[in-house]
């Protein structure tokens, strides 16, 4: 049946559930975009015969055209979604992706994200404020964190430099760490 | 020593007359609103700028004053949570636009430029979005459709916020002969008065422009 394809992409990323992505489905999203060119040659067809005078062809037309539109929406609904998980992707890991998360994109989907980011940096800089950060009301100002990497030294705000190696245990400011635990390299205890 | 501390929460030197509580009042208020209304509500680009300017001077102060003391330690958390609550604003006002971005856009362009919902940079941003999205739907699928089928009715496709959403609110001022109800053939009007101090559950979009005035708070 028509569109039922498509329909299988939109059941693909239900079933992922939130904030987990599926690789893009080019596969299923080339298939429906050559049925919608069957559709359209085959209207093509009725139509012109139908202006040379044959009757009774107007009901399939029209069930192709509802057919047609329909898979246009939902192939727009599934980048739509895609393209919103990617962008939140921006949220949850910082400028930087895993190449598990990253060999899921299509070529599209990856430039798309980075001119996400590039917006988002241009606004931040414009407002003067970093809102990737400080993503959890604060109910003190220190935290205590282990490091899980060998990461090596960092230098804290206050200038003093801090050796960060696998299993050690820090008691930091908040907002020192939240960069540190997004990029993975501490975790919150 | 001790005035520098006592100075931490003072103002800056300009001539406005708000002293910094009743900014941070503000900032809370505006914060609650945009948090709970299902629509983006009018920027307040003058409390975050005034904000940001009282962060940037606490801090200063802060590091100026070189001790251990508790003090110390107690301003650095407020200076945390304030920064938490603007980050959090400018957060959730930016995550609705990236979901009514064309909607939000297209209602702006209708209203005078100086009342506009969305400030520069969020119009910048809303923009961009918009152009990048629609050029990710032409490059992967729209410009292999058949010609009939490429072109985007935006307005049509685009996604609205939902304005019968039902909201909490705290009416902050007596306001009388508010519609609820339109007159319909089953059911006649229904207008109510809202009286300073009640608490009421309600569609938001009744009480749309006074949650922009301020003469509600939604809670």
């Known amino acids: 049946m028509f569109g039922e394809k498509a329909l299988e992409l939109i059941k693909e990323l239900k079933r992922c559930g939130d904030g987990l992505l599926p690789s893009f489905n080019e596969e299923t999203v080339r298939q429906v975009l050559e049925e919608m060119k069957s559709l359209f040659e085959e209207n093509h067809k009725d139509v012109t015969a139908s202006s ?3 009757q009774g062809l107007f009901p399939g037309v029209q069930l192709r055209h509802a057919a047609l539109e329909r898979n246009k929406r939902i192939l727009l609904t599934y980048l739509n979604e895609r393209a919103t998980s990617i962008a939140e992707l ?3 890991m910082g400028t930087v992706l895993p190449p598990d998360i990253r060999s899921r994109l299509a070529e599209h989907e990856l430039s798309w994200l980075q001119k996400y980011n590039k917006s988002l940096t241009a606004y931040m800089r414009a407002v003067g404020a970093d809102i990737t950060h400080n993503l959890k009301p604060p109910k003190s100002l220190l935290i205590e964190v282990r490091c899980t990497t060998e990461h090596g030294s960092i230098e804290l705000t206050s200038g003093r430099t801090l050796h960060l190696s696998r299993g050690t245990h820090h008691f930091l400011e908040r907002s020192e760490c939240e960069p540190l635990i997004a990029r993975g390299i501490v975790e919150e205890i | 020593m001790e005035d520098e501390e006592d100075n931490i929460f003072s103002g800056s030197d300009d ?3 708000m002293t910094a509580g009743e900014v941070l009042q503000k900032l809370e208020e505006a914060w609650m609103n945009e948090a709970l209304s299902p629509e983006l509500l009018m920027n307040k680009s003058d409390i975050i700028d005034c904000m940001m300017e009282q962060i940037n001077e606490m801090e200063n102060n802060i590091q100026r004053v070189k001790t251990n003391d508790l ?5 650095k958390m407020e200076l945390e949570r304030i920064r938490y609550l603007l980050t959090s604003y400018l957060r959730i006002r930016i995550k609705k636009i990236e979901k009514y971005a064309t909607a939000i856009m297209m209602e702006d362009g209708k209203r005078d430029p100086d009342d506009a919902k969305l400030t520069d940079s969020e119009l ?11 050029e990710l739907f032409q490059n992967l699928v729209l410009q292999h459709m058949p010609p009939n089928m490429q072109s985007l009715e935006k307005d049509k496709i685009c996604s609205k916020p939902n304005l019968d959403e ?6 902050n001022q007596d306001v009388e002969g508010v519609l609820v109800e339109e007159e319909t053939v089953d059911n006649r009007e229904e207008v109510i008065d809202l009286k300073k101090g009640e608490q009421h559950i309600m569609r938001y979009k009744i009480i749309r422009p006074l949650a922009e005035t301020g003469a509600v708070s939604l809670i």
């Open chain 2, 71 to 75: 003090k110390i330690y107690i301003h």
């Open chain 1, 90 to 92: 921006r949220w949850q």
């Open chain 1, 52 to 54: 040379e005078g044959e």
């Open chain 2, 124 to 134: 910048q941003f809303a923009r961009e979005r918009e152009k990048n999205l629609l």
């Open chain 2, 166 to 171: 039902y909201v909490f609110f705290r009416v």
């Open chain 2, 15 to 17: 001539e406005e007359a």
